[in-house]
């Protein structure tokens, strides 16, 4: 902290609070509540504060404001009647809580007005949170946007997850290759969250069942673990924007039901007398543990389980607090799956309503389809999770006896539906019996629910047409398509303040709110001195990424070039390496012909590559190895840089989208199901260049055909290469310039000589090229000059910005929300008054669901 702010805070002694205006919005008041929080929470002399002091005592500032919005909100949903959503997700990619709050609640200008009066800044206080690590990419993004929305609009939800203790990996690049280390977000705390023990409840696992006839005479079943672990819910509140709905975000830890075996101790085994909790506390460690070994599946199924074990355990203990018979849950919760990883609910309910609530199978499973729904996000047949039978078996042993009902039940359906069609019960049955027998999550998932959905119009179009297509002529009426969104809120107003003051000067701020107001932009794309302005506000934030690259990766790179980006995480299919052959390609131009008229880029890639899977570490270590070549040759170093970023994060997010000029959406058509990052660029007005896959189709339509780069084949023209015989090798033989560059890569010139590092790449993808790069190339190339020349007519490129901008309206997550809710959920906003501590006291006593519900 500088020496005058110390100075400054250390004359001011945190005066008495009074109760009625402790969560006031005022300057003063806010700054009083900052200076006791440095006082009392912190226990530190103000002069003598620490950044993290500093940044403790700010959020705790903030969720006093919350916590009176979040019991108000717990108190308004007590007294209604409505439906509350719970979202099941095995991922929140949250990112930051502090400033995201401080822009819902409107008080961003006034706490920096605040602190910059005790002699603080507040981007330096913003800088100390730690980012949860609860989420890997896209997924855990668009759980974190949605529940944004959700509390944005007034609708009743809680967020169900688990609270990983060490997230998502520490990614380094070390040599040019990915390393991973512990994510350790959690070793300041994390202000934001209260655990509430009271609430813990048990979760079994292994073991076998007891089948017999109660006293009634009545066929039950008993389940009698090998190990029972303890779930312990963490609650965040999670506040709308401009609203006084605070909802939930409930994560899950893991612990064991005894902690130290004082016996085992006495005995010597110091070790042993805390086996169980380290064993328990395994379930809830790590996000995404390496799933090549037996143990880590048993660990992502028990994970799976775990967490929503505990989350439907915790829908029945909120029924019986507000006298709710369990035979109403479906009344009362719209469970939503994302993706197949919660999708052992289904099972889970069942279980829980016939084996310990004794309802019927017939109703049980009635109320069990009524109150799922199921969100379908990916064509990728190798990512719709499959469970081998005996791994299953061992350690959920009476699901498996659900499940196999269920299938049972199922199938006698199928035969009726499809008479005299045996090869419909093998593709639709909830059991894969080729070879050795799996369990199909996304089979349950479709089963299990009233609704099926896809994210974007051709992800949904090709979910029924291939990847689910059984069960879209078994259900047609429950398929459906919402095109995902995101949140303006994190994805412009905070992360990019230069150029949202810029339009809310123009516009006012109620896009904010509402992102169809961008629209209000488009006479200004033909206003000289607003693209002027604009085109200021986007060079500053390119400076700012200049300066976070430089002191990351010590590259300097020239805000004056063309930012050309790809972040996302590192997949064949997203094709980062027909990124890298373009690069190469620019290269051999220059290192042929030194005059050669090209663009100045920067390559900006970053993302990261799950631990197990080799083939993608391998992509960055070939985006590095061709950064170190031509970042070192004197003859390119001022036309072509190429940086990977290490650790992507919403942090880094924060950063890059504003300052990107040309968004990276490459993916073979048919393969992204929607994408999420083409929506955050186009809304901070980067230009795009992409296939017609997932939600670029209707980002090109909402932004116009003239405003967008499209290359490659259709999706349809994909299936049909492919029917037709794909040969690679011939648009090798056939191209030049492909020869050359793919040339240069196998022949080690960008591995000191090793012509072996990059084989396993590009060794084989003459044969085998299943994400069709070389099918693909010429297409790309050719667009990559059309963006090229583009560029260099910046007017052009500046007015296609500023309608980029202004025509992303339809991609905010506040629509796609909205949907949900008319067309899945069946819910409406509930508002919610503000409520005073007194108001409170007395609501209290007959309220036992706590602010959750």
Not at 551 to 560: N, Q
Not at 751 to 771: C, K, N, T
């Amino acid at each position: 902290m500088p020496q005058a702010a110390r100075a400054q805070l250390a004359e001011t002694m945190p005066p008495d609070s009074h109760e009625d205006t402790r969560t006031a919005m005022s300057g003063a008041t806010i700054r009083r509540a900052f200076l006791d929080h440095v006082f009392y929470t912190q226990g530190k002399l103000p002069g003598l504060a620490s950044p993290n002091d500093l940044y403790q005592a700010l959020a705790h500032t903030v969720r006093d404001r919350l916590v009176q919005r979040w019991i108000s909100t717990a108190e308004t949903y007590l007294g209604q009647p409505s439906r509350t959503v719970a979202y099941l997700s095995a991922e929140f990619l949250l990112g930051p809580h502090l400033g995201n709050n401080l822009v819902n609640l409107g008080i961003f200008d006034e706490v920096k007005e605040t602190m910059a009066e005790l002699g603080l800044d507040l981007d330096t206080v913003l800088a100390q949170e730690l980012e949860p690590g609860l989420g890997n990419g896209g997924l855990g993004r668009l759980a974190a946007c949605f529940l944004d929305s959700l509390a944005t609009m007034q609708i009743p939800a809680l967020g169900y997850g688990i609270r990983y203790e060490y997230g998502i990996f520490h990614q380094s690049i070390i040599d040019g290759m990915q390393v991973e280390s512990t994510d350790t977000w959690l070793r300041h705390g994390n202000p934001w969250e209260i655990q509430r023990s009271e609430w813990a409840v048990q979760v079994k696992l292994g073991g076998q069942t007891e089948h017999y006839t109660d006293d009634r005479g009545h066929y039950r079943v008993r389940w009698v673990p090998a190990k029972t672990v303890v779930g312990v819910p963490f609650d965040s509140p999670i506040l709308g924007y401009r609203v006084n709905t605070v909802n939930t975000l409930r994560l899950w830890r893991a612990e064991a039901t005894e902690a130290f075996d004082f016996g085992v101790f006495n005995r010597g085994d110091y070790l042993g007398a805390v086996s169980k909790k380290v064993t328990s506390e395994n379930l809830t460690k790590v996000l995404y543990p390496n799933d090549e070994t037996e143990q880590g599946k048993e660990l992502r199924l028990e994970q799976q389980y775990f967490f929503v074990s505990c989350s439907l355990q915790d829908m029945l203990r909120l029924l019986d607090a507000h006298g709710i018979p369990v035979t109403r849950f479906h009344e009362k919760f719209a469970v939503q799956l994302n993706d197949t990883h919660p999708a052992i609910g289904i099972a889970e309910l069942m279980r829980l309503l016939v084996d310990e609530h004794d309802v019927p199978w017939d109703e049980a499973w009635q109320i069990t389809r009524q109150a799922f729904a199921y969100t379908n996000h990916t064509l990728l047949p190798e990512a719709l999770e499959m469970w081998p039978l005996p791994l299953f078996q061992r350690t959920l042993p009476r699901h498996l006896e659900i499940i196999y009902e269920i299938n049972a039940r199922f199938l006698h359906e199928v035969r009726i539906r499809f008479f005299g069609d045996e090869s419909q019960l093998s593709r639709l049955s909830l059991i894969d019996e080729r070879g050795q027998r799996h369990v199909r999550m996304a089979h349950l998932a479709c089963v299990g629910s009233h609704t099926i959905n896809g994210v974007a119009e051709l992800h949904s179009r090709l979910m029924r047409e291939d990847v689910l297509k059984d069960f879209y002529a078994m259900w047609p009426e429950k398929f459906t398509s919402i095109t995902n969104g995101v949140t303006p809120r994190r994805w412009l107003a905070l992360s990019n303040p230069r150029l949202s003051r810029l339009v809310c000067e123009s516009i006012g701020d109620g896009w904010i709110g509402d992102l169809d107001k961008l629209r209000e932009l488009e006479p200004y794309a033909d206003d000289t001195g607003f693209r002027d302005r604009w085109q200021a506000a986007r060079r500053e934030n390119k400076e700012d990424l200049a300066r976070l690259v430089r002191e990351t990766t010590g590259v300097v790179v020239d805000p004056a070039s063309m930012f050309d980006v790809m972040v996302k995480r590192i997949h064949e299919y997203k094709r980062q390496h027909l990124a890298v052959l373009h690069i190469v390609a620019l290269y051999h131009r220059i290192k042929s012909d030194p005059n050669a008229d090209i663009v100045p880029r920067t390559f900006l890639f970053a993302g990261k590559a799950a631990p197990g899977y080799h083939y993608a570490k391998l992509m960055i270590r070939l985006i590095t190895s061709v950064g170190d070549v031509i970042n070192r040759d004197p003859q390119v170093r001022d036309r072509l840089k190429v940086v990977f970023l290490p650790n992507f994060n919403v942090t880094y997010g924060q950063k890059i989208y504003p300052a990107a000029d040309l968004s990276e959406q490459i993916s073979l058509a048919g393969k992204e199901a929607s994408g999420t990052g083409n929506m955050k660029f186009a809304m901070n007005g980067a230009i795009t260049i992409g296939t017609m896959d997932g939600a670029n189709i209707e980002l090109r339509d909402a932004i116009g055909a003239d405003h967008f780069f499209p290359f490659g084949l259709s999706a349809s023209e994909v299936y049909a290469l492919k029917a037709a015989g794909y040969r690679p090798a011939a648009c090798y033989e056939s191209h030049a310039e492909l020869r050359a560059v793919i040339d240069l890569i196998a022949q080690g010139f960008f591995s000191r000589g090793d012509p072996s590092v990059f084989q396993p790449i590009f060794g084989g993808l003459l044969q085998h090229d299943p994400y069709m790069l070389l099918a693909d190339f010429a297409s790309y190339l050719h667009c990559q000059q059309d963006v090229s020349t583009a560029f260099t007519d910046q007017p052009r490129w500046q007015r296609m910005s500023v309608l980029s901008c202004a025509r992303s309206g339809r991609f905010s997550s506040d629509r796609a929300i909205r949907e949900y809710c008319e067309r899945i959920w069946r819910v409406k906003p509930v508002p919610v008054p503000l409520l005073h501590r007194a108001a409170m006291s007395t609501a209290g006593t007959r309220h036992k669901g706590g602010p959750g519900m």
